[in-house]
């Protein structure tokens, strides 16, 4: 299911979402993310009280994508489980999780540690 709840044309992010029943190998999830072209594609599949959660980009898997997991949790909340107003994903990049709050979806984005960097001219005339 490729999600865009934008209706204008070239404005917005659009993410495919892929609900699976069995595992898919990371080689066709790849090949999946290369047919379909889009910025990210949602590899989710449910588990007992989580859905697992992987995003591929066409050139390589991804650790995190905030609009790929929003457009997940509205899949399932809207086709899936019509019930839940939170979904917990287990990710690479740890446990998210989503709050559906009416017509709006809260997510929680893990923290990263801040890694010092050198300011470069080409950085700063970029």
């Not at 069995?22 to 989710?44: K, P």
């Not at 990710?91 to 709050?101: A, D, E, P, Y």
Request: hydrophobic share 45%; aromatic share 10%; net charge negative.
């Amino acid at each position: 299911m490729i999600m865009s709840l934008n209706n204008e044309m070239f404005k917005g992010n659009s993410s495919g979402v892929l609900i699976l029943e069995n595992e898919f190998d990371v080689v066709t999830m790849q090949n999946i993310a290369i047919e379909n072209n889009l910025s990210e594609i949602a590899f989710v599949m449910k588990h007992e009280d989580y859905y697992s959660l992987r995003w591929f980009i066409p050139k390589k898997e991804v650790d995190l994508c905030g609009h790929a997991t929003l457009a997940s949790a509205f899949v399932i909340t809207n086709f899936i489980d019509t019930n839940i107003d939170e979904i917990r994903f287990e990710t690479k990049s740890g446990t998210l999780i989503v709050n559906k709050k009416d017509n709006l979806y809260v997510l929680n984005f893990p923290s990263r540690k801040l890694n010092k960097t050198e300011i470069t001219k080409l950085v700063l005339f970029a």
